[in-house]
Every structure is written in C-alpha cells, then in structure tokens.
C-alpha cells in the first residue's frame, strides 16, 4: 500500500470535547498520520463534526439559536481547538455539508433499489402541543425502574437502565413541557442489516489476529446476538432530508411512501460514517478552491475510495469502543449494500485501531460536574505537547486508562523535562559555550560512539515497527528508551571533562550529541510537535522532516561540521506540587470520582 487513508471518529458538535476524546480517536489518529507523512507515504487525515441528531436541536434551542448557526459556531471552535493541540487534519469537515447531504440521499436510493431498505410503521411518542413526533431524547418522564423523575426516552441517566419512550412513567415533551403526548404510529426507513450477517462475520472472522481483540470482540458480540435491522430516520427537522421522491422501484417493484416519508431526515448514525466518504470530497473541493478552480471532479476524491483507482490505499480508522459496532456492522453494512449497485466498490476499512476508556480517577469525565479537563482548559494550564505525551504513554489500548494530576505531573517531569529536555539543553548550551555554537569537527569515532550507532540503530528500528503496527504505548516506552540512550551517552562521553584534556574527544561526543538531538527531534515529532520544531530550529534543520534511514546511514551524521546551532528556550518546565493542588481543587480529584 502507497497511500494513507486515515479518519477518526467524529466528534459530536455539542459541547467541547475532554481528554478522552482526544485519547479515543483523534490523537492517536493524528500520531500515526504525522508518522505515515515522515515515512514520506501520501498521506490523507481525516475528520469531521458530527453534527445531526436530537442533543443538537436541544442544544441549540437551550442557546436560542437555530441549528445551522449553533453548529457553525461549534465547529469553528471545535476546528480551533484541534489545530491548536497540533492535530494535522488534512481537512476538517462537517456532516452538514452539501457533499454529505448528496453521499447520503445517493446511497439510501441505492440501498432502497437493491432491496435493502424497506418501510415499516414505528410506534412514538407525539406530542399535540408541539404538533410533532418526538424523539426519544425529546420525552422526560419517571424512570419505572428508579423512579428518576428527569429521565429522558432513550436510557435513564441515574440507573443508566436503556429505555424507549413509552415505558416513562407521567411524560412529557422536552421541547414544551406539555403532558398532552399520545402513541401514534410514524413510517420510517429501515437498513435489512440482517441481510448481511453471513457476509459480515465472515469479513470480521478474516481481520483477528491483525484487529485488536476488543474490536473484533465487539463486533462477533452483536452478530452472535443475531443483527437486526435498524431505522435509518427520524422525526427531526435538522438533518439529511429523505428526499425519497427521486427514488426508483425496488425488486419487488415498490417505490416508496413519498407522503408518509416526508419531513423525516436520516438517522445521525447513517449519515455520520458516510461523511468520512463526504470530507474527503469536500477537502478536493477546497483544494480545487484554493487554486481558483471550480468542483473538483469526482475522480479527485474517489481516487481515495472506490474501484480500481484505491486498490493501493490503505483505510485506517480510529475509534473508541463505544463507536465499534457502528464502524463494524452499520457503515459496512451502508458500503455493502450500495456497491451492489456498483460497477466499481467502495473501499472498506482495511485497519480499525479501537481503544477502550481513559477516564477520572476512575469516574467519568463530565461538564456539568466540573470533573475532569477539557481541551480548552487544558491548553491554558500547559502547552499541547505535554498532553500529547501523556495521553499517548498511556494510551487505552488493551484495558481502561486514568488520568490522575499526580502521576501526570511525575511522569512529564521524568520523561519530557529530565530526560529529553535536559538532555537537548545540555548539549546545546555546552556547544554554544564550548565550540562558539557550532557543530564541532576532529576527532574520530570510538567504541563508545560506535556502541552509541549500533544501540540507537536497534531502538530505532524496534520504535519504528511499533509506529507501523499502531501500538502506541509501546511506541512511546522506544521512544523514551532513544532519549536515554542519548542521556546515558552524555554521561559515559563526558564531553565537559574531556574538554580539559582531549578537544578532539570533546568535539566527537559534542557532534554525536547534537546529531541525536537531531535524531529526536525527527523520531518524536508525531508526538510532540511543537517542542520537535523548536530543537528543529535551533539546530538548522528541516521540519517536519523524513524519517531516518533504518540501514543505519546518516542516523547520527546528519549534521556536517561547522553548522551553527543555538540552545533553544527550556522546552520542558517542570510542574509543580503547587499546580496540581491548584488544578485538583479546580477540575476535582479522587473524592469526586464516581463510585
């Protein structure tokens, strides 16, 4: 494979996202795309928000705002947010794009004339007073099982018992508060999901052993427990319209019930995946754009999805587990199902990396709460590179992660400020008031310094193979294993003794010491961009930059002698007990975790 497709998943246009977001999808999505680009792969990150379904109209009418302005709004801020903690989206969208709209509508006409949507008349919840259906989230009432008087109609929030409407006890509308709400029967659109059990299963059984186990788990979960077909609309009024009137007959020669189906739009979680499909041809149209050109063509964007033209595309996704089964049964079964009507198919994910929680002192992240931090905060307590770092070093790979404001402050003080740190300032200062800032030349390599290549070499290429196969906490320990090995390097060369006697011997350690210093600011920058660019910078070198070679030419020779360096500001700050008993009485600590 020569290209890199890569999407995570969307994040929900309601509300600012916290740190296991970051850690679920869109981080370690955006590590692997920075170190895809390095290897010097074409390379396509993409993402997009969410912006569909019910929370969205609540929310937008708690602000006062229509949907289409809350959500404009929303997205600006959530686009801000990503870029200012360095994720490198190739292109951020929105599931509300006209790209998206078309996507969606096309391949629910397609679906509908292979025979695998059909009708069929759902019982809910209609509010008189309001004059409309109401969605599951737009009735309150008493949970039957613990008497929680504000549960809403799809899980109650103190039990967390799952719940459909008609099971509140005294409801009532969201929207309204009235209690004038009858059953009456809505005709909706359902995907045959069930059609596809056979084909599914043995797709999935065909990923172990190269998925992770909890993906694959996942999925054989929901078939095992027999799939069933799911509605693909709702009574909404923001959304992808059915638009079913263009549609042809399906093969029993049935069109569909245009009147029964008009005014519903599609169900958030049909149209959402598809907008991995809609982003990429809404990043051609901006390109085409930029270059004072109309559309771009559809051949632009579907070079990355369909036919013959993406046989060498590697699709890569990255989610969280409770996005799984939406990734692993609903958009294949979508995928499935239209390239039946397809000369040239729709690609598939060929790669899906699941994570599980990263939560709070072992309780759940909440605004309403004020448990947990948020991007936002986060960014105006420390750079973005010291969540990057944590998040990653502790990735929730193969169980839960939690984030305590101690052992974050104790791991980014060793790893970033004592050992990369340390050891960039170190080097480059001794450089700068030692050989007037240059790269050092005379002398000749030794045993140390050939034990140094040989022993970085391996690291490298252990670090490397890590990178590939997407295992990010042992990534990170390679990648820490590098700088100490650079730090052990220091200690044994001891350029600052060697000095007195042996200049040449100084001037070999020196210039291996900057080359590392180099070497790391290569290596590490698909975690910590913005601290690799600075040691970049000062030591004259390009960034973002190719990765090393693994034959182990010009690893640690990257620098000719004579090149002028200069030691850049601290790059690490250490913090403080200070800061985290300040942070833990703002954002809470253990005593206000969930039991």
């Known amino acids: 494979m020569t290209r890199i497709l890569i999407t995570s998943a969307l994040p929900y246009i309601n509300g600012i996202k916290h740190l296991g977001t970051l850690a679920g999808s869109m981080l370690p999505a955006d590590v692997y795309a920075r170190f895809q680009r390095a290897r010097g792969r074409e390379t396509l990150y993409l993402c997009a928000t969410d912006e569909h379904g019910t929370p969205t109209e609540l929310a937008a009418a708690e602000k006062g705002q229509d949907p289409a302005t809350f959500c404009a709004e929303a997205h600006e801020v959530q686009h801000r947010l990503g870029r200012e903690f360095g994720l490198s989206w190739d292109h951020f969208g929105r599931s509300s794009s006209p790209q998206n709209h078309r996507l969606t509508q096309r391949f629910a006409q397609q679906l509908w004339e292979a025979g695998f949507i059909e009708e069929r008349v759902t019982q809910q919840v209609y509010s008189n007073a309001d004059k409309r259906f109401l969605p599951d989230r737009y009735v309150i009432g008493t949970c039957p099982h613990c008497g929680y008087e504000a ?218 709460l004020k448990r947990g931090v948020f991007m936002d905060h986060a960014l105006e307590l420390l750079p973005a590179d010291y969540w990057r770092w944590w998040i990653m070093a502790n990735a929730p790979e193969t169980s839960d992660s939690t984030f305590a404001w101690e052992q974050f402050r104790d791991q980014v003080n060793a790893d970033l400020a004592d050992v990369l740190g340390n050891f960039v300032n170190r080097i480059c200062k001794f450089a700068e008031s030692r050989f007037d800032g240059v790269v050092p030349e005379g002398g000749a390599p030794g045993a140390l310094d050939e034990k140094l290549e040989a022993d970085v070499l391996a690291k490298l290429r252990e670090y490397t193979e890590f990178m590939e196969d997407r295992e990010y906490r042992k990534s990170a320990a390679a990648l820490r294993q590098l700088w100490v090995l650079g730090n052990q390097y220091l200690t044994e060369a001891a350029p600052w003794t060697a000095i007195k006697t042996d200049r040449d011997r100084a001037a070999v350690a020196v210039r291996y010491g900057l080359n590392l210093a180099a070497l790391f600011a290569k290596v590490s920058e698909p975690f910590i961009p913005f601290a690799c660019e600075q040691i970049a910078v000062a030591l004259g070198e390009a960034f973002p930059a190719t990765w090393p070679s693994l034959d182990g030419q010009g690893v640690l020779s990257a620098l000719e002698p004579g090149r002028t360096i200069r030691a850049p500001e601290v790059l690490f700050k250490k913090i403080e007990e200070t800061q985290v008993a300040e942070w833990r009485e703002r954002f809470g600590g253990p005593e206000t975790a969930e039991v």
């Open 151 to 368: 549960a809403r109609g799809d899980q109650c929030e103190n039990c967390t018992r799952v719940l459909d409407p008609a099971d509140l006890l005294h409801p009532r509308s969201a929207v309204s508060g009235s209690t004038d709400i009858e059953i009456r029967g809505s005709k909706h659109l359902f995907l045959r999901q069930s059609q596809f059990a056979g084909k599914l299963r043995e797709w999935i059984e065909s990923k172990r052993g190269t998925w992770p186990l909890l993906v694959t788990s996942i999925a054989l979960k929901w078939l095992d427990e027999g799939l069933q077909d799911r509605g693909i609309t709702r009574d909404l009024e923001w959304g992808v319209p059915v638009n079913a009137w263009d549609w042809g007959a399906n093969p029993d020669g049935e069109k569909p019930d245009i009147e029964g189906l008009a005014g519903k739009v599609f169900y958030v979680w049909y149209d959402a995946p598809i907008e991995y499909i809609g982003a990429t041809w809404e990043w051609a149209d901006a390109r085409a754009a930029e270059a004072g050109q109309g559309p771009a063509p559809d051949s632009a964007w579907e070079r990355w999805w369909k036919g013959p033209e993406a046989a060498d595309v590697k699709y890569v996704q990255f989610m969280g587990k409770d996005n799984v089964p939406f990734h692993t049964v609903g958009f294949p079964c979508t995928l499935m199902g239209v390239n039946a009507r397809e000369t040239a198919p729709w690609k598939l994910v060929d790669e899906l990396k699941g994570f599980n929680w990263l939560d709070y002192y072992g309780g759940k992240f909440s605004t309403s």
